[in-house]
């Protein structure tokens, strides 16, 4: 599998991206299945560059980078929708997106990922009982998607990060009842009290954007930053085994999630405060 599946955006299951995509590049994101066994996903794509006769194509691969199944989203605007069942249960999956049309611009689409309703099933981990978490699955923004100024929480690009937040925003918005809980981590390039202070502030940022470009409510929203000792999540291994810093896999690590406070993980988290 391409070496840039390690930067692959993670999609929450429910939403819908807008990207581009240029001759021959790949572009990968990734959605993690439901642990329901029987589930289904439908895979819906839209060409929105329909001056150009060239396709979009869409390959969805496991984690082991065994090729499952293709579609493409045609010029003509229409929907192009795959629905696949048999997938591994809380798994990774990945898509790649490319074209090859020859020219240098870049072609737009939007992609969605739903799973199918008749499989869907309530989470035994929200409250109240019988409602459904926003997220099903936390929403994980890296270094590639979300980038700052070096230990700062100054965004790189705001028209980057805005773009990068869209499809989180929406799905925030839909569901005004939910608090959601925004939480920073970074690598271990630094003290735990820094990278806390740091991690707080980036969290902030991100919900600050939230609140001034989309309208999320600001009372909706909770912030709080782990540093990397306090971290939950996956984590890359940013140090070697002489404890060397690993950037690579250090980049991993610099993030902001944004999950349902619902979620167990968030639980844990916030009964740490």
Same mark, same amino acid.
């Given at each position: ?7 692959? *955006?993670?999609? #929450? ?13 790949? /572009?990968?994101?990734? /959605? ?11 895979? @819906? ?11 979009? @194509? /869409? ?7 065994? %090729? ?13 929708? $795959? %629905? ?6 809380? =798994? ?34 929200? %409250? #109240?009982?019988?409602?459904? $978490? ?9 270094? @590639? ?7 700062? *929480? ?12 869209? #499809? ?10 939910? #608090?959601?809980?925004?939480?920073? @981590?970074?690598?271990?390039?630094? =003290? !735990? ?20 470009? /989309?309208?999320?409510?600001?009372? !909706?929203?909770? =912030? ?24 690579? %896999? ?24």
């Amino acid at each position: 599998m391409n070496d840039r599946v390690d930067d692959a *955006a993670l999609i #929450p299951l429910g939403s819908k991206i807008s990207s581009t995509v240029k001759d021959g590049i790949n /572009f990968w994101f990734a /959605f993690r299945t439901t642990a329901d066994e029987s589930a289904s996903y439908k895979l @819906t794509a839209v060409h929105e560059t329909q001056t150009s006769d060239n396709s979009v @194509t /869409f390959s969805l691969y496991d984690g082991y980078g065994n %090729e499952i199944r293709s579609f493409q989203a045609g010029s003509d605007g229409a929907a192009s929708t $795959l %629905e696949i069942s048999g997938l591994e249960p809380d =798994t990774l999956y990945y898509i790649a997106a490319c074209c090859f049309n020859n020219r240098s611009d870049a072609l737009d689409y939007t992609l969605a990922i739903k799973v199918s309703e008749a499989a869907e099933a309530p989470s035994a981990t929200v %409250e #109240p009982a019988g409602a459904e $978490l926003v997220f099903e699955t936390p929403f994980e923004l890296n270094s @590639t998607q979300v980038m700052f100024q070096i230990n700062q *929480a100054v965004f790189l690009s705001e028209a980057d990060a805005k773009a990068a937040l869209e #499809p989180v925003a929406e799905i925030i918005l839909a569901h005004p009842d939910h #608090p959601i809980l925004i939480a920073g @981590t970074t690598a271990t390039d630094g =003290t !735990q009290a820094s990278c806390v202070d740091l991690s707080n502030r980036r969290a902030a940022a991100v919900k600050e954007l939230l609140v001034s470009a /989309f309208g999320v409510p600001e009372e !909706q929203l909770l =912030t709080v930053g782990l540093g990397y000792e306090d971290d939950p999540f996956v984590r890359g291994k940013d140090r070697d085994a002489n404890g060397n810093f690993v950037e690579t %896999e250090g980049a991993k690590n610099r993030r902001v999630v944004v999950m349902d406070a619902n979620d167990e993980t968030a639980k844990q988290i916030l009964a740490k405060e």
